[in-house]
Structure formats: structure tokens, C-alpha cells
């Protein structure tokens, strides 16, 4: 079992920058993959950035260039750093990883406001 409790999310303006964190319950090089997702109502929750225990990244076209998914293992945590955020990208982010099955974060909003 894996637990995953995310940090960072809030309220910011147009143009600026969050960092999200997540912090694992267990020691993150045992894991196959690391990403995380962002979910609107009533809308199916999309992937935008993942990270490979080989170090390999994707990023959603949407946010490439801005966002950088990263992780420390001395700190057992996957962090995402947003910058020139749009409202578009105001969701509710969702850490998950995968060690034999998918295990999910509980959840932490953003809301950007133009």
C-alpha cells in the first residue's frame, strides 16, 4: 500500500507559478513511474506530466515548456513546478504513481485566476 498526500495548490494570478509536491509513503526509486494528472467537473482527468524510474519525462502539449515534473528520492517526493500558469490549467491535480497498480493522491486545487 501506498499513500500519497499532496501539497502546494492555491489561488494564483495569471502568469505566475506553483509548485506542487507529493510525498510518498515509501521509498520512491521502487517505483515504475511517477505523474501527475489534473481533472475539471465534468471532465475526464487528463495526464500532464510523468516521469519514468529511468528518468524519462512526458508532458501534455498543453504544458509543455512550462511545467517540470522532478523527484528526490532523499525526500520521497515527486514535485511539479508550474510556471506562466492560464486559467486553463485551474483543476483539481492528482499525484499517482505505480508500483504494480496505479495508487492516487487525494487531490489539491488550482485555481488561477486571469
Known amino acids: 500500500q501506498v499513500q500519497l498526500v499532496e501539497s502546494g495548490g492555491g489561488l494564483v494570478q495569471a502568469g505566475g507559478s506553483l509548485r506542487l509536491s507529493c510525498a510518498a509513503s515509501?521509498?520512491?526509486?521502487?517505483?515504475?513511474?511517477m505523474a501527475w494528472y489534473r481533472q475539471t467537473p465534468g471532465n475526464q482527468r487528463e495526464l500532464v506530466a510523468a516521469?519514468?524510474?529511468?528518468?524519462?519525462?512526458n508532458y501534455a502539449h498543453s504544458v509543455k515548456g512550462r511545467f517540470t515534473i522532478s523527484k528526490d528520492n532523499a525526500k520521497n517526493t515527486v514535485s511539479l513546478q508550474m510556471n506562466s500558469l492560464k486559467s486553463e490549467d485551474t483543476a483539481v491535480y492528482y499525484c499517482a504513481v505505480v508500483l504494480g497498480r496505479q495508487y492516487w493522491g487525494q487531490g489539491t486545487q488550482v485555481t488561477v485566476s486571469s
Open positions: 516521469l519514468t524510474s529511468g528518468g524519462k519525462t
Open positions: 515509501m521509498d520512491i526509486f521502487r517505483l515504475n513511474s
